[in-house]
């Protein structure tokens, strides 16, 4: 079973930066597509992007791709979400998705 623990939320101003990782456990995580998903308050989760084992086929949500960017690292076990302009829609509750098994879900706040 994969272990994966999320990192990188925070309280950002609008317009700024922030990129996520999701750590998987045991060197796994070239076995698998990985996910990203946002849960905003009041809201259903929704995917934002995914990336095949390989990294060579990536799908970006319309409603993000000028703004977010997945990338994987398989040798150090993650995967990144990068996320520039940051906008106050944005706040939620970020989730990296690796086969099956969800991270713990990483907080992302966007205020002046």
């Known amino acids: 079973q994969v272990h994966l623990v999320e990192s990188g939320g925070g309280l950002v101003q609008p317009g700024g930066s922030l990129t996520l990782s999701c750590a998987a456990s045991?060197?796994?995580?070239?076995?698998?597509?990985i996910a990203w998903f946002r849960q905003a308050p009041g809201k259903e989760r929704e995917l934002l992007a995914t990336?095949?084992?390989?990294?060579?086929?990536?799908y970006t949500s319309d409603s993000v791709r000028e703004r977010f960017t997945v990338s994987r690292d398989n040798p150090k076990s993650t995967t990144y979400l990068q996320i520039k302009d940051l906008k106050p829609e944005d706040t939620g509750v970020y989730y990296c998705?690796?086969?099956?098994?969800w991270g713990q879900g990483t907080q992302v706040t966007v205020s002046s």
């Open positions: 990336m095949n084992r390989s990294g060579g086929d990536t």
């Open positions: 045991g060197n796994t995580l070239n076995f698998f597509t």
């Open positions: 998705r690796v086969g099956l098994e």
